[in-house]
């Protein structure tokens, strides 16, 4: 089945640890998104993708990296500068513009 | 003006009743405008959306009505069920160039059996 898959399903990090979250979609999309959610908020963009070797920053990238060395994958990299991590991280795909986004399942990052 | 407001922020209906949901948006470029709905623990799923050339979109029980000079539109789900019961998100964005969606706060919505 075509998708996207998400991992870890649940992560935890360290103070000043750097951690990374895994997506992965086998839709044959152009475009990836990383999105951030919090209780009230909605969902809000961190990073976006449109095509592979190429990324924009979204509305809160800050403390937060990603690449995009292949078109399946678009890995987030939460960094020790962000100071409030603890969220659900959303990781989506698209045809490109215009066309719907399909999203992943998330991972929940906590900070121990 | 990249703002989608939604409303309201938790809504309770009986088995059968009308579930209706109300989003309003300020940026007059936006000219794509979904819905989504996500169960716990999961990733949010497109059930339906419009573009701005048409006032009203139907698919099953889900519609969504559109009013472009008032810049508001709202999910209506008639015969709203107990496994209707999720939360929703009204979302927008500009439907050329990259698709970055800006959503709504979410609306949790439970129906009573």
């Known amino acids: 089945d075509g998708g996207i898959t998400q991992s870890p399903k649940y992560l935890f990090r360290k103070e000043g640890q750097n951690v990374t979250l895994s997506c992965e979609q086998n839709?044959?999309?152009?475009?990836m998104y990383w999105y951030r959610q919090d209780p009230g908020q909605g969902l809000r963009l961190i990073y976006y993708?449109?095509?592979?070797?190429?990324?924009q920053k979204g509305d809160i990238a800050e403390g937060y990296s990603v690449s995009r060395e292949k078109k399946e994958s678009f890995p987030l990299t939460v960094t020790s500068a962000q100071k409030n991590p603890t969220a659900f991280y959303l990781c989506?795909?698209?045809?490109?513009?215009?066309?719907?986004?399909?999203f992943g399942d998330g991972t929940r990052l906590s900070i121990l | 003006q990249q703002q989608v407001k939604q409303s309201p922020q938790s809504l309770i209906v009986q088995k059968g009743g009308i579930s209706i949901i109300n989003c309003a948006y300020e940026n007059t470029a936006f000219d794509y405008f979904p819905w989504y709905q996500q169960f716990p623990g999961k990733g949010p799923a497109l059930l339906i959306a419009?573009?701005?050339?048409?006032s009203e979109k139907k698919e099953g029980r889900f519609t969504i009505s559109f009013n472009k000079s008032a810049k508001q539109f709202s999910l209506h789900i008639m015969d709203s069920q107990p496994g209707d019961s999720a939360t929703y998100f009204c979302a927008a964005s500009k439907k050329e160039g990259a698709q970055k969606l800006v959503f709504g706060q979410g609306t949790r919505l439970t129906i009573n059996p």
């Open positions: 839709l044959n999309h152009d475009a």
């Open positions: 419009i573009r701005p050339d048409v």
């Open positions: 993708s449109q095509i592979v070797n190429d990324f």
């Open positions: 989506a795909s698209s045809r490109g513009g215009g066309q719907p986004q399909h």
